[in-house]
């Protein structure tokens, strides 16, 4: 059995999608849903209850006149039972500065100085 990489895609969107349980993974384009299923039991210890996937096809672009194009790409969108959790797309809480009040410029006018 080959072992299917799975890529976390930690974007603001991915993020935002984590709160209604539903993960980002950037796979492989031969890799199927039951195989993506596998992975994630494996190196997450998760079950999935819904796996969407969506294919990109790589662009095509021109650099000094000759043409190439950018490698296709999958996504595979995750959906988790009730109450699981995969760390990696935790929001970490910001540190909180203590704000301090920006001193004020004193300037002294001239009747001040005499």
Known sequence: MNVLTLKPVVTEKSVHAASAQVYTFEVPTDANKIEIRRALKEHFKVDAIAIRTVVSK?????????????TDSKKAFVTLKKGQKIAI???EPEEKEA?????????????ETK
């Open 89 to 91: 797309f935790e929001a």
């Open 58 to 70: 790589g662009k095509v672009k021109r650099f000094k006149g000759v043409t190439g194009r950018r």
């Open 99 to 111: 704000k301090k009040p920006a001193k004020k410029a004193t300037v002294k006018t001239e009747k």
